[in-house]
């Protein structure tokens, strides 16, 4: 069976996509504040990792950090309304950016949005 990270094209592709996506984070005035002052290689890093094993390829994620509990994780940081739709903007504009399986990529969006969605700890 092939599995939905091979079908979007493995490492590579999901290396891509995180690499944009921090790309925007890097200018943007709500998230940047969030992350280490120098080095997000890190953070992006984790971000790729966990995309790949939720995706079906590599589990390093989990085998480097243990569960992902998303939730827990970002429980340490203001996500509002704003900030959720800060990252959704950055991320949008990394997916546009690529040339993506138009099925492929409407499958990974609606996980990418709804994931932001339900990271929001703060009310508005
Ligand atoms: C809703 C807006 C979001 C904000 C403001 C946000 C912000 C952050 C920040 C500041 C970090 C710490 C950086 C680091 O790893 O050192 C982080 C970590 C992380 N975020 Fe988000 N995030 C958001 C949504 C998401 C979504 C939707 C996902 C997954 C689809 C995600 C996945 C991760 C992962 C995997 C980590 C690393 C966790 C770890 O292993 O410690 N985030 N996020």
Request: proline residues 6%.
């Amino acid at each position: 069976m092939t599995t939905f990270y091979e079908k979007a094209g493995g490492e590579l592709f999901f290396s891509d996509l995180v690499s944009r996506f921090y790309a925007n984070v890097a200018v943007d005035p709500i998230l940047r504040p969030m992350y280490p002052d120098t080095d997000m290689k890190a953070a992006a890093r984790r971000l790729q990792l966990f995309l790949e094993q939720y995706w079906g390829g590599p589990t390093t994620y989990s085998d480097e950090r243990g569960h992902p509990r998303l939730r827990m994780r970002h429980g340490g940081f203001h996500i509002d309304g704003a900030a959720r739709d800060a990252w959704i903007a950055c991320m949008k504009n990394a997916v546009d950016g690529m040339e993506i399986d138009p099925e492929i990529k409407v499958e990974l969006w609606k996980y990418l949005q709804s994931a932001a969605i339900h990271l929001v700890n703060q009310p508005d």
